[in-house]
């Protein structure tokens, strides 16, 4: 069965540092999207893309986060200046019509 | 106001039994989706199941069914035959608006549910 596929699975880095996040969206999709999870909260939306281009984003996804689609395969998100409040779990999505698949996830700590 | 409210923050069920988590939702749109997804241990997002505002039959896959109440704006998830792998955390989410393909999710904040033998 196809999936959502993330890596890596767990990062950990310092402060400041840029990291990317690497997703690869079930093939036939249309919609992509990231989440996090921070420990023991709720799931959270932070942006989507469609076409090629942001559809929606939110109030969390600032001028330190970026997403790209570079080859039609891969979807990325980069943090570019990491805080220690951006540990969390991420978690890409995909989906065509109704259903939303997500990945299993990349845990980032921030130290 | 929250749009999805699951009120039990911790769920206990015998292993075979039957289980339903509550879920509630808010919203002025006509058009909407609503999903169940599971969370074990691990971390990983597996998605359970989708209703759709307009579907006239509840969802049903596998074991689990979704119990879709649109006036009373409750969709709750029900497993039957509860096995000791369904322990985890489990949460609705909510997306709004026609054509929703590519709108986001809004997630409630967990049940816990644990399987006992």
């Known amino acids: 069965e196809p999936e959502v596929t993330q890596t890596p699975s767990h990062q950990v880095t310092q402060m400041g540092q840029e990291v990317i996040l690497r997703c690869v969206p079930i093939s036939n999709h249309l919609y992509f999207y990231w989440y996090r999870q921070i420990l023991g909260q709720k799931v959270e939306f932070l942006v989507s893309f469609y076409n090629n281009e942001i559809s929606e984003k939110s109030e969390i996804f600032d001028d330190q986060f970026s997403v790209e689609r570079p080859d039609g395969s891969n979807f990325t998100l980069k943090i570019r200046s990491t805080k220690l409040e951006d540990s969390a779990m991420y978690f890409c999505?995909?989906?065509?019509?109704?259903?939303?698949?997500f990945g299993e996830g990349s845990r980032l700590t921030v130290l | 106001a929250q749009k999805i409210t699951q009120t039990q923050p911790g769920m206990f069920v015998q292993e075979k039994e039957a289980v339903t988590l509550d879920c509630t939702y808010d919203t002025s749109d006509p058009s909407y989706g609503l999903f169940w997804y599971k969370q074990p241990s691990s971390g990983e997002m597996i998605f359970l199941i989708y209703q759709g505002s307009y579907d006239q039959q509840n969802a049903t896959e596998g074991r689990y069914s979704l119990n879709f109440q649109k006036a009373r704006k409750s969709a709750n998830l029900v497993i039957s035959a509860s096995q000791l792998g369904d322990s985890a955390m489990y949460f609705c989410?909510?997306?709004?608006?026609?054509?929703?393909?590519?709108?986001?999710?809004?997630f409630g904040s967990g049940t816990r549910l644990q399987v006992q033998p």
């Open positions: 989410a909510m997306r709004e608006g026609r054509g929703t393909g590519r709108r986001a999710l809004t």
């Open positions: 999505a995909s989906g065509v019509g109704g259903e939303l698949f």
